[in-house]
């Protein structure tokens, strides 16, 4: 079976057990602050917070502050925290009980870590988006419906990415502090803090090389800048989307038979 027939399969065997899907996404969102107050708010105030005290502390230090500083460094940081939460790779090892012990679709627990992760996004940019209105910020209509088309991208490669390394994790468990470390230094290397453009010398090879630095740019232009996203930018996002998709989907369904008798 070819991987397009298999991910074909895969979506049939979603859909048919979305019960399940829904009830993993209604853990890992409720479940998770099941006994605090606040519940499913705390995935966005704890990123909100995160971005008040970099917005103080950048705003201070920086030898020429960027102008509406928040804006940029809020369509930057959701991405990047999104896509390294996607990266951690525990969407399989963190459901090992489901997957060993339900005869359920192996992928699914991917598709519910990824897609928690994924309403935080969606539910940040809202509130974004309500604030730049509020406060009278330029807003360019036509960049605003790309919003979705860059939330859909973002979501695929995001789902590819955890495909890849939730497998390797499985098998490898080093691999998994291995990008834990990895996901503390690559905030610095994403254009959250700075401009893209101010990125030069080996810090500019770095940062194009960089697969995060598109989706985050893609949100720049728009929320930030007022602009229709760059075509290069949305073009390479796509290409990284499909190929971490399609590759990650490959090697996940290639060792999922060996993921009961390894967890």
């Not at 704890?46 to 804006?71: E, H, K, Q, S």
Request: hydrophobic share 55%; aromatic share 16%; glycine share 6%.
């Amino acid at each position: 079976m070819n991987i397009f027939s298999r991910l074909a399969k895969s979506v049939r065997d979603v859909y048919d057990n979305r019960i399940v899907l829904m009830a993993l996404i209604r853990r890992n969102t409720a479940g998770r602050y099941k006994s605090s107050y606040v519940g499913f708010a705390w995935h966005l105030f704890l990123p909100i917070l995160t971005i008040v005290v970099l917005v103080i502390t950048f705003t201070a230090i920086r030898p020429r502050a960027i102008p509406d500083f928040w804006i940029y460094l809020s369509a930057g940081m959701f991405p990047v925290t999104f896509l390294s939460a996607c990266l951690r790779g525990r969407a399989v090892t963190g459901n090992a009980k489901y997957i060993t012990k339900m005869k359920i679709p192996r992928e699914i627990v991917v598709y519910a870590s990824a897609i928690t992760d994924f309403l935080t996004v969606i539910f940040a940019y809202l509130v974004i988006i309500i604030v730049i209105l509020l406060s009278g910020q330029h807003v360019n209509w036509a960049g605003m419906a790309m919003i979705p088309v860059g939330l859909i991208i973002m979501l695929f490669f995001g789902i590819g990415c955890s495909f890849l390394t939730s497998t390797l994790t499985v098998f490898v468990k080093d691999i998994g502090y291995f990008l834990g470390a990895i996901m503390r230094l690559i905030i610095w290397i994403t254009p959250t803090f700075f401009l893209a453009s101010e990125a030069t010398g080996l810090l500019g090879i770095i940062v194009w090389y960089n697969p995060f630095t598109y989706y985050v740019e893609v949100f720049h232009d728009v929320l930030y800048y007022g602009t229709m996203p760059h075509v290069e930018f949305l073009l390479t996002a796509t290409i990284l989307a499909a190929v971490f998709f399609f590759v990650g989907a490959a090697v996940f369904f290639r060792c999922e038979k060996r993921f009961p008798e390894v967890l």
